[in-house]
């Protein structure tokens, strides 16, 4: 019923698995039964060249798939206004995820303290404002969703982290920017990484998002063969928010 999934890296992506290709993404797909995913390297890995761009979407058009293939990319914020890609690159793309706590990349702005939740609960929102707020912001992915590999707690100490970070989210605040969101025709992204990391602080979030009618992204943030059968994974969390088509996000055509 789910059948896509529009956050994957490919091979390009420094951090993803070498043999991650391309053709190689959409043949398990299409073999998966999975009707529209979407590619969506880092935008680093293009090293601002146009030419580099050209022949991953030319790569696309080759595989000659049975399967709907869009072709994003994945940019942060930097700090309000400021994002890791300009509007001219990012023109050559199908649409924009933007992350906003890719705190492990370089001149990404950072909170005070990474051991006070109620201090990455102000800087999350304010990240997050800041995405939303960003006209080159097709969809923000992974908002309030905090990475095991910046924390450094373990898996229970992140579970609580996160749980009490969440409750120092000023609520009319996040409010205020989903409607933002909904009038803008932004996706939020829902990742299986949520599962992974056991953040169950994001289910009241996401419930939040459908009340203001936030459509939602599901993507697998894929970086390895293994990482695309994780959306299954988000099948039961579908279910308990009550998940329909109608309450998903899907790149322009
Ligand atoms: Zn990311
Ligand atoms: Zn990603």
């Not at 702005?109 to 109620?118: E, G, M, T, V």
């Not at 960003?134 to 450094?152: E, G, R």
């Amino acid at each position: 019923m789910f059948s896509c999934d529009y956050h994957i890296h490919t091979q390009l992506s420094g951090c993803a698995d070498n043999e991650f290709s391309i053709e190689k993404i959409i043949q398990i797909q299409q073999e998966r039964g999975i009707e529209a995913i979407g590619i969506t390297d880092h935008d680093y890995s293009y090293q601002s060249k146009v030419k580099r761009i050209q022949a991953a979407r030319e790569a696309i058009k080759e595989a000659d798939p049975s399967i709907e293939v869009h072709f994003g990319v994945e940019s942060q914020m930097l700090e309000y206004q400021v994002t890791s890609i300009n509007i001219r690159l990012a023109s050559y793309f199908d649409y924009v995820l933007m992350a906003p706590n890719h705190y492990h990349l370089r001149g990404v702005a950072q909170p005070r303290s990474f051991r006070d939740p109620r201090r990455v609960a102000l800087h999350e929102i304010y990240m997050f404002e800041a995405a939303i707020a960003c006209p080159i912001t097709d969809a923000v992915v992974h908002p309030f969703l905090l990475s095991p590999d910046v924390f450094q707690f373990s898996t229970d100490e992140l579970t609580a982290f996160a749980q009490e970070m969440m409750r120092n989210i000023e609520q009319k605040r996040l409010i205020y920017q989903l409607d933002l969101a909904s009038q803008r025709g932004l996706g939020i992204e829902i990742s299986p990484k949520m599962a992974r990391y056991n953040q169950h602080h994001l289910i009241e979030f996401y419930q939040l998002c459908l009340e203001r009618d936030v459509k939602l992204l599901i993507g697998s943030d894929a970086h390895n063969a293994k990482q695309l059968e994780e959306l299954s994974l988000l099948t039961p969390i579908l279910e308990e928010l009550g998940i329909t088509d109608e309450h998903l996000w899907h790149p322009r055509a």
